[in-house]
């Protein structure tokens, strides 16, 4: 390959119902250090019916040019039309990296566009970087079972593509008004020439807990023992009105449903404030919780790594500590309420 025909940083923009996916700005954000670096433009890549109405919003999130396939056929997401459309363009303009989020749209789309192109995929990254005089994207992410980081990089094959997961890269802040280079592009396709059909789409209802949306996280380790000392975590986070979190081992357990787990086969977040009880705090686990705003740790091990990672760290007994604490943010939590009443 002629890698001088390659030009450009791309991220796939991630559209349902008319809004971006956040993880989709955050790669913009991510995207635009790695162009900046290389001096070459960011491009976002947008297929959907009636999409135009967000391409502002793309601009004014970093992107220099976005690539459009507006058309009805794309109205819902289906591999082979999203893949057929992604591949014509790739042909057309030659990116030399394609960012798309580690959702379950972006990691099917993935796939199927290195499969034919062909070229590499590195997935569920979660730290980017490139080399300025080569462009050799360097994608990292925990490898065997998180014990070490592995940077995976794609020498013979452009472009090069990567899955990044949710919450570990961040989203510019919004310039307003911020326009670029629009490029409209179609290609032949029928709805006969697609092998899936859409019948029906249903929403989700069962109720669960998002804990990446989630501003406290109270998360509960094997420290605690067992089934029953991990209800401390549920009295916390009922105190404060939080989500409940829990590493692998207290999933694999039986002591919490999956949808609660964070780390690198959970969850990604990024609360305002993490308690993380009981945790030791293996890489696996920090990955998916690292950027959280406060990170508050409980560990009766001085040693536990967590403490390395933590802003706060009480070494000490959780079942002697959380009580405590629990009492006195339900004092500060009723003078709160009862300075509010007073107000009105």
């Keep these: 390959m002629n890698f001088e025909d390659y030009r450009g940083v791309w991220v796939f923009i991630e559209e349902n119902e008319g809004k971006i996916a956040p993880v989709s700005l955050e790669l913009l ?6 162009a900046d670096k290389r001096g070459v433009e960011l491009g976002g890549v947008i297929i959907g019916d009636n999409v135009k109405q967000i391409v502002n919003k793309v601009y004014e999130y970093g992107a220099d040019v976005v690539y459009i396939y507006d058309e009805p056929i794309f109205k819902d997401y289906r591999t082979e039309s999203f893949m057929k459309a992604l591949l014509d363009c ?72 990567a899955t990044v997961r949710p919450k570990v890269m961040k989203a510019l802040s919004r310039q307003p008004g911020r326009t670029g280079k629009l490029v409209e592009e179609t290609i032949p396709l029928k709805e006969g020439d697609v092998r899936t059909k859409v019948l029906e789409i249903v929403r989700e209802t069962t109720k669960k807990v998002r804990i990446d949306e989630a501003d ?12 029953e000392g991990f209800q401390i975590c549920h009295e ?40 993380a009880i009981g945790i030791s705090g293996a890489i696996q686990h920090l990955v ?16 536990a790594p967590i403490f390395e990672s933590c802003h706060y760290g009480i070494v000490g007994d959780a079942f002697e500590i959380v009580p405590i604490l629990i009492d006195q943010f339900k004092v500060a939590l009723s003078r709160e309420e009862a300075s509010h009443a007073r107000k009105v």
């Excluded at 954000?29 to 790695?34: F, Q, S």
């Excluded at 993935?110 to 192109?117: I, N, P, Y």
């Excluded at 705003?293 to 009766?300: C, F, H, P, Q, R």
Aim: glycine share 14%.
């Design 29 to 34: 954000g991510a995207g635009k250090k790695l």
């Design 236 to 275: 916390l986070a009922d105190t404060l009105g939080s989500a409940v979190g829990a590493s692998r081992d207290v999933v694999e357990a039986g002591w919490i449903e999956h949808h609660h787990q964070v780390g690198q086969t959970g969850v990604t977040v990024t609360p305002k404030i993490y308690f």
């Design 90 to 161: 790739c042909q057309k303009h030659k990116p030399e990296i394609i960012l798309f989020g580690a959702t379950s749209t972006g990691k099917d789309l993935a796939s199927a566009v290195a499969t034919d192109l062909p070229t590499g995929l590195t997935a569920d990254t979660t730290e980017l970087d490139v080399e300025e005089d080569t462009g050799l994207l360097l994608a990292s992410r925990p490898a065997f079972g998180g014990n070490i980081m592995a940077t995976i990089l794609c020498k013979k094959y452009r472009p090069q593509m």
């Design 216 to 227: 406290i996280i109270v998360a509960g380790g094997k420290g605690l023992g067992s089934s």
């Design 288 to 303: 998916g919780m690292k950027n959280s705003g406060l990170i508050i740790a409980i560990n009766k091990d001085p040693e």
